[in-house]
C-alpha cells in the first residue's frame, strides 16, 4: 500500500552518534525517540543490530497502526513477555487474538464499565483511610507506590468476586520483576534469552510461578462461587461463538494481561499527574475547586462522572507528556512504501513513538509544557488525529480505554477534592521504560487535608 502523501526523507544518525543511539535505544528508549526525532526528522533508520525504522509523523503513525495494520503485526520482541502474559491479548496476535477479543472487549465497553464506579468508590475512600493514619504519623507518603496499590484494588474489585487485596502486593511486586526482565530481554534484541540462567531470569522465573500460582487460585474459587457479574466469572463461563470455552491455561493469561494492563498504566498516569500538578499550582487550584464543586461532601454518581470535565482534561495531558506505554514495535509482512519509504519484510523493525509524537513541535504548541486546556471540549477536536495515543489506536488498541478513564478522572477527583500533595523535594523525577514508563524513583510527597 502506497501513501499519497509527499515523500520524505530518512535520516540517520552518523559515526560516534550511531552508536549513541543504539546504547540509548537500549537504557531509555522513550528519551531516544525524542532526541532522534529532534535531531533526525519524522523518519529515522538506526541499526541495532536489526534495521529499525522510527516513524514519528502521524501520518505515519495512522498507516501503521490503522491504515496498513494488518501489515505490522506485533514485533517477535514482544515474545520476551510470554513467559509473563503466555497467549493473553497483551503479546498474542492474529485468529487467537481476534478470538479472544471477541470475547472480552463487551466487558469493558463505555456503556459497560459504568457498573465498576462503586468500587473505585470505595477503594479510594480505603485510601483515605490509609492516608488519614499517615497524616497522624507525620503526613508523607510514597503516592506512586499508594497509586499501585489503589489500582490494585479497583482491578480486584473490578474482576474477582473473591478478596483480592491480601494478593495486591505480591502481585504487584511479581509483575515489576518481570516486567522489567521482559523489556531487558527485548531491548538486548536476542542477546538475553529466557532460558539462561542468569540472576534476573531466575528471579523472573520465581515472580511467573508466583503470579500462577495467584492466579491459578482465583479461578478455583470463581468456578466454585458460580457465574457471577465480576469480571473473571464472565471470563471462566464464557463461551466463543462455536460454544467452546478458554481452558484454564488462556484464562490465566488473559487474567495477568487484564491485570497489568488495568492497573499499572493507571497507577502511573495517576503518579505522573500528581508529580505535575505539584509544579503547577495554578493546574492544581482549579482541578480542586471543580472536584469541590461537583463532589464536594456528597457521595460520588454516576451523574457526577460527565460534570468532571476538567479534571479529565488534566488526566489526558498527563498522558500526552507520560504515556503510560511510551512506544511499541511492529514486524513488516510484506513490502510497503510510507511517503517513499520503502519497508522490507523480515529485514525491518518498526518503532511508534507516543512519548516523541506527542511532543511533536509540528503539531503541538508548546510541547513540553503542561497545558490541560488543549484537550478542553471546545478544541479537542483541532487535534491532529494520530498526534495522541496514549491508549493506541486502531485494531490495537487498548480493550480497557474507557475503565481506565473511569478510574484515573474519578479517582484524581477525589483526591484532590480531600487532599492537597506537597513533593517533599524539589528534584526533577526521570522516567524508567520498562514496558511501561515508570518513575525513575519513589515520589514521596506530603498530605495536607483540604
Known sequence: MTSPTPA??????????????????????????????????????????????FFFDPRHVRHVLRGNVLNFPKSRDYEALRPLLGNGLFVSDGDLWTRQRRLIAPEFRAAAVGRF?????????????????????GGTTDVADDM????????????????????????GRALEICLEQGTLQMLLMGLLQPWMPTPGNLRARRAERTLDTIVRDLIVRARAAGEGKDVLSRLVFARHEDGSRMDERQIIDEVKSLV????????????WTFYLLAQNPEVEDRLHREAARVIGDRPVTPEMVPDLVYTRQVFLETMRLYPPVPGVS????????????????????????????HRHPGHWERPSVYAPERFAPERIDAIEPFSYFPFLLG?????GE????????????????????????????????????????PLPMRLRRR
Not at 15 to 22: E, F, M, T
Not at 118 to 130: A, K, M, N
Open 8 to 53: 520524505v526523507t530518512v535520516r540517520s544518525p552518523r559515526g560516534l552518534r550511531h552508536a549513541h543511539y543504539v546504547r540509548r535505544v537500549i537504557q531509555d528508549y522513550a528519551a531516544a525517540g525524542l532526541e532522534l526525532m529532534r535531531e533526525c526528522g519524522d523518519v529515522v533508520r538506526i541499526y541495532a543490530p536489526r534495521r529499525m525504522v
Open 117 to 137: 464506579l462503586p468500587v473505585i468508590v470505595e477503594s479510594v475512600e480505603e485510601l483515605f483511610t490509609r492516608w488519614e493514619r499517615t497524616i497522624q504519623a
Open 148 to 171: 499501585m496499590s489503589l489500582t490494585l484494588w479497583i482491578v480486584g474489585g473490578s474482576m474477582f468476586q473473591t478478596g483480592f487485596r491480601e494478593e495486591a502486593e505480591k502481585i
Open 260 to 271: 497489568l494492563a488495568g492497573h499499572e498504566t493507571t497507577s502511573l498516569a495517576l503518579s
Open 330 to 357: 511492529r514486524e513488516v509482512l510484506e513490502d510497503d512504501v510510507v511517503d517513499g519509504v520503502r519497508l522490507t519484510p523480515r529485514r525491518e523493525l518498526v518503532v511508534v513513538s507516543a512519548y516523541a509524537t
Open 395 to 399: 485494531r490495537r488498541a487498548c480493550v
Open 402 to 441: 474507557h475503565f481506565a478513564m473511569l478510574e484515573g478522572v474519578v479517582a484524581l477527583a477525589m483526591i484532590a477534592n480531600r487532599y492537597k500533595l506537597e513533593r517533599v523535594s524539589d528534584h526533577p523525577i526521570a522516567h524508567k521504560p520498562i514496558s511501561t514508563l515508570r518513575l525513575a524513583e
